[in-house]
């Protein structure tokens, strides 16, 4: 059973966003709505164009649209019959959702059908439906916004045929990219019953012992592994008119108390739901953010909590905050010992009701949610007896899956089975988790801020742990150990890759460069930028493949290594740029000698006729320009990536994925030959001065951006000379010198002074 092409009935904000990223993944799409009444198609194409206009963007390449086929329910049903799937994300009502699946029982009789229902229990929805349908039948429950939220819940019915859940599984993970976790047909399935009780709990303990908003979100956000969007923030976010419609519903269906207090509702009423509204707990006013103060209902100055004990627990491991957070003294001690005790209470009354282990509860609070680790680890991290404790403290009775745990939920790779055994942590196939790996005492070398290890298959990973993945002498050095050890042991090839949720690399230490600019100690820079270089152009020349796989934020020098390895296997969440004008340099890791070579030397194939200043002026304008990618599809359509270069849609499955990369490229293997092209010269340089001043004049470039931009020219140009050919080395010769010119200004070193204290780049 093989998902090919997609069909989504319902073009609101789930279905949209649905086909939207079924669509990114190279999919086709049928997505239909109801009717308009002049133009029959107005739903379906309103909801395509609020994704198209989306922010974060819904597309990963908004060419990529034209993969989707719009309609109606009413002409268009057939273009469904040749959908291998089809998600239903139609109005939250059971009626309307009956009479459609009436009819695609008849329209697509062999198609997989699912629902994105929230709150409908499958056998209400299946209520009329023949066998056949029932068999191909089940939740598939997505997060908003589909592209950025990892967790996709899937709720197979008891008449499921495994094969179908099979098929959605694996299309899910690999193609869609998604975390699942296999839920219970439950109300709020696994992670909206637990995260919304705990976002309700937080709020009544809050008021319980007079904390803030500030001070909760200053408690619940990275001190416990959570997003920094905390608790109010991401309910601003997720929007409180949603909260509450969740809520009510959960409350509803389980006769839980989840209800929310009054001063939350009389936000709602008032139309404060959050982001999307302008103010819900936080009001944006100008460039301040003011927090609400919920006593008396006015909008005050944010005062995040800062406290000696915070202070000593900002930077400690996670499990060290956790225990540290149980034992902070007054008000704000006693609001986390309590939430922490009735929230662990409900977790553990309510796992076995929504889900079939715990694995899948953590699963789904740390890919809905975005914790760093589940309640279950939570638990284990501050220990069981201190969880007893706890419940004794505040007159909770020991839940039985308590009682049944013996020393910890986790132990030597397996975990508590609800019925009092342990069992093996089910293996996901094609992952591979650096935790495990080094766990496991795969650690071939071991550097301050590196690690070295064996993935298994010959093949080494290269883990850079520095903050921000930047590249420092340290990295460096111990980068050039690490393809010393490969080469010496006959390993097959290197991965470059850690574990970092958002950052790859933010590239050069920029605080080191500044110190050095400021000391005037140019011999050490002129040893480090050739070093540097040296580096990027070894990972190219080493006599065995190397493959990065990048993710998030990779700029600078970071992208310099990513380009200069053979290949590249990019998460498809992927924002890569030379950035280095925003400092007031160009790119002198080989970035700038990269992009020139790529681009011209495509254009070789068009023979003496060939205009290679097209190409010169492409690399100018992604660099001048600091032009960086929102997706790995837009850095192929950049010339970042190339056409050998793989995206992985599963940020989990990515370090796997490389590994095959260079399992691939191994038995064959040949380092890529030094190339040389034709470089412009004097007259190439005359252009792109030329254009330089016309930025100048029409007030778009500084004097100071017009000056990167002339040293910019002159290395792609190959200097000022008459036209000639060039080697590599000859253009990394050229953006070495450009570089520390550059960085000998005093306009250069300002900028790089303001972004290391702001983050932002300066227009000087
Ligand atoms: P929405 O209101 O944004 O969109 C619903 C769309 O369905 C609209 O475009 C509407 O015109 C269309 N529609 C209504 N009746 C129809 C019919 N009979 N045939 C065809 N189209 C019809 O809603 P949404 O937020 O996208 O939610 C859709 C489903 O997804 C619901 O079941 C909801 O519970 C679920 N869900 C929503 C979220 C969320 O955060 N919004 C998250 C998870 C699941």
């Not at 997505?142 to 495994?162: A, G, M, Q």
């Amino acid at each position: 059973m093989q998902i090919r092409k997609v069909g989504v009935v319902g073009a609101g904000t789930m279905g949209a966003g649905i086909a939207a990223l079924a669509a990114s993944a190279g999919v086709p799409v049928v997505l239909l709505d109801i009717p308009g009444k002049e133009d029959r198609l107005e739903f379906a194409k309103k909801g395509l164009e609020r994704q198209l206009k989306a922010r974060p963007a819904a597309f990963m390449d908004k060419a990529r649209a034209d993969l989707i086929q719009l309609g109606n329910t009413e002409d268009d049903l057939k273009l469904l019959a040749d959908c291998d799937w089809i998600v239903e994300a139609i109005i939250e009502k059971v009626e309307p959702k009956r009479e459609l699946y009436a009819r695609l029982e008849a329209a697509a009789p062999k198609a997989i059908i699912t629902t994105n229902t929230s709150s409908i229990p499958m056998s209400i929805l299946l209520e009329g439906r023949g066998e056949g349908f029932r068999r191909r039948f089940l939740g598939t429950h997505f997060f908003n916004p589909p592209r950025y939220l990892h967790l996709l819940e899937l709720i197979p019915t008891p008449d499921t045929d495994p094969q179908v859940l099979k098929a959605v599984t694996r299309f899910g993970e690999r193609i869609l990219g998604k975390g699942i976790v296999v839920a219970k047909d439950a109300p709020g399935f696994v992670a909206n019953r637990l995260g919304v009780m705990g976002m309700i709990q937080a709020i009544r303990i809050m008021q319980e012992f007079g904390l803030s908003i500030d001070e909760v979100d200053s408690l619940t956000g990275p001190l416990l592994g959570r997003p920094n969007s905390a608790t109010f923030r991401t309910a601003d976010l997720t929007g409180l008119d949603v909260l509450k419609l969740v809520s009510t519903e959960l409350a509803h269906n389980t006769g839980e108390d989840f209800a929310l207090p009054e001063w939350v509702n009389g936000l709602i009423e008032k139309g404060a739901l959050g982001e999307k509204s302008g103010a819900g707990f936080y009001k944006k006013v100008g460039k301040d953010i003011l927090t609400l103060d919920y006593t008396t209902g006015e909008y005050v100055a944010q005062q995040k909590l800062r406290t000696p004990e915070l202070g000593a627990l900002k930077d400690a491991p996670l499990h060290d905050k956790l225990r540290g957070l149980l034992k902070l003294p007054g008000k704000h001690g006693q609001f986390m010992r309590k939430l922490f005790a009735v929230t662990a209470h409900y977790t553990l009354e309510t796992a076995e009701k929504i889900a079939y282990d715990i694995v899948a509860v953590d699963h789904a609070l740390e890919w809905g949610f975005g914790w760093s680790e589940g309640p279950f680890k939570n638990m284990d991290a501050v220990g069981l007896e201190t969880v007893r404790e706890l419940f004794r403290e505040h007159g909770l009775s020991e839940p039985e899956l308590l009682k049944k745990a013996q020393g910890s939920f986790y132990k030597n790779g397996s975990y508590l089975g609800f019925d009092g055994h342990y069992y093996p942590v089910p293996k996901q196939e094609g992952v591979i988790k650096l935790a495990e790996v080094k766990a496991a005492g795969k650690v071939l070398l071991e550097g301050k801020e590196t690690t070295l290890l064996d993935l298994g298959d010959g093949v080494a990973l290269f883990e850079n742990r520095a903050k921000m993945g930047t590249l420092g002498e340290g990295v460096i050095r111990d980068l050039h150990k690490a393809l010393d050890w490969v080469e010496a042991h006959g390993y097959n090839g290197l991965v470059l890759s850690h574990e970092d949720p958002r950052t790859y690399s933010a590239g050069a230490n920029l605080a080191l460069v500044l110190m050095a600019a400021q000391e005037g100690d140019w011999d050490s820079m002129a040893l480090a930028t050739h070093q540097f270089q040296q580096t990027a152009m070894r990972l190219r020349r080493s006599p065995f493949p190397v493959v990065s796989a990048p993710f998030g934020l990779t700029l600078g020098g970071g992208a310099e290594f990513s380009l200069h390895s053979d290949l590249i296997q990019a998460h498809a969440e992927l924002y890569m740029g030379l950035v280095e004008v925003g400092v007031g340099l160009i790119p002198a890791g080989g970035g700038t000698k990269e992009m020139l070579f790529r681009f011209t030397s495509e254009l070789a194939a068009y023979g003496p006729e060939a205009d290679l200043f097209q190409g010169v002026k492409r690399a100018f304008q992604l660099i001048a320009l600091a032009q960086t990618s929102t997706s790995a599809l837009e850095a192929r359509n950049m010339g970042f990536l190339r056409g050998q270069d793989r995206i992985s849609m599963n940020r989990d499955r990515l370090i796997a994925d490389a590994k095959q990369r260079v399992l691939d490229l191994a038995p064959d293997y040949v380092p890529q030959v030094p190339m040389k092209i034709r470089a412009l010269g004097a007259e190439g340089i005359g252009n792109l001065r030329y254009a330089l001043w016309q930025f100048q004049e029409a007030g778009q470039a500084s004097e100071h951006d017009a000056r990167i931009g002339a040293e910019l020219a002159y290395v792609l140009c190959g200097g000022d000379g008459p036209a000639r050919e060039v080697s590599e080395q000859d253009i990394l010769d050229l953006e070495r010198e450009a570089f520390l010119k550059l960085l000998g200004t005093r306009k250069t070193q300002e900028r790089i002074a303001h972004t290391l204290k702001t983050g932002k780049p300066l227009r000087n």
